[in-house]
Each structure stands twice: as structure tokens, then as C-alpha cells.
């Protein structure tokens, strides 16, 4: 693929995971309010609303402004990356983190009583170990995909030309 196209590859699927992300929360606000959890699969999972002020698993609860400007600046770090892309594996990679990383960013921004002190939006329930959404699946699986990209030896950037002699 060229560059170009690696670059749109990664924005486009950033652009999906941001829009699934974005449309699930609002599906899960009108459709989950004030219900009690729903098992699927026989309780392995569920889906119930739950408004996160804090990181993963509830961390940093009272520093929401500090986690938005982090998102914020992971999400300006991963569009600086992305532009770098030369892979179209790391591509998947890096626009399913971006996806992810703007959608908590805009949860952080703007679902709060005051700009940046929002709360990120969680409805999938993971056997009562945890509750997160789609963006946190693309972030988990990028992240995966990242370190299994790396263990064998997948390289961000195209490799260098050889020389002919």
C-alpha cells in the first residue's frame, strides 16, 4: 500500500472505532438507564450503565481533569504516529488506539457537568470483574496487537532499501 493509503487506512478505522464507540454510548444511555443488569451468556456477561469518573477499573477517581489531559495528549501522540504509519498491520494497530483514546478524550471533554471533568460512558459488564465499551475493546486489542506485532519483529516503518552492488 502507499503511504497515503496507510494513512487514511489508519484515520478511517479511527473514524469507525470512534463512531461505533460514540453510537453504542448513546444506545446505552437511552436503552440502559436505571435497569438492572443484563446477563448474556449465562451472566459471563452483561450489559448495565455505569458513568466512570476514573481510569481503568475506577483509578484516579477526583483527578478527572488530569485523566483529559492525558487522553488528550495520547490521542494528539497517536495522530502524530499515525501519520508515520508504513505497515498496514501497525496501521489496524494504530488507528483502532486512536479510535479508542479520541472517544475516551471527547467522554473526558464533554460528559461532564463542566468542561473537562467528564465521565466515561461503560455498559459491557464482564462477569462482574469489570465493566468498559467498544472503545475499550479497540484499545485492549490494539495494544495486543501492538505487542504481538512487536514479538515478531513487524516493523512500524518500511525497511530500509538494500543497495544493489
Do not use: C
Not at 436505571?34 to 477499573?57: E, K, M, S, T
Not at 477517581?61 to 508504513?86: H, K, M, S, Y
Not at 496487537?145 to 512487536?150: E, R
Amino acid at each position: 500500500m502507499t503511504r497515503r493509503t496507510l494513512v487514511t487506512l489508519t484515520f478511517a478505522l479511527a473514524v469507525a472505532w470512534l463512531a461505533l464507540d460514540q453510537l453504542s454510548k448513546m444506545w446505552a444511555e437511552t436503552t440502559l438507564l436505571n435497569q438492572p443488569r443484563i446477563p448474556i451468556l449465562g451472566g459471563w456477561f452483561g450489559l448495565v450503565l455505569v458513568y466512570n469518573p476514573g481510569a481503568a477499573f475506577g483509578l484516579g477517581t477526583g483527578f478527572i481533569w488530569v485523566l483529559t489531559v492525558i487522553a488528550g495528549v495520547a490521542a494528539i501522540a497517536l495522530v502524530v504516529v499515525a501519520l508515520r504509519v508504513r505497515n498496514t498491520w501497525w496501521a489496524l494497530a494504530v488507528g483502532s488506539m486512536l479510535g479508542g483514546a479520541v472517544s475516551h478524550f471527547l467522554d473526558r471533554l464533554l460528559r461532564g457537568e463542566t468542561l473537562a471533568n467528564g465521565r466515561i460512558v461503560d455498559f459491557i459488564d464482564y462477569g462482574g470483574f469489570f465493566v468498559g465499551n467498544v472503545a475499550d475493546i479497540a484499545l485492549v486489542g490494539a495494544a495486543i496487537g501492538a505487542v504481538l506485532l512487536s514479538l515478531f519483529g513487524v516493523s512500524f516503518s518500511e525497511s530500509p532499501r538494500r543497495e544493489r552492488h
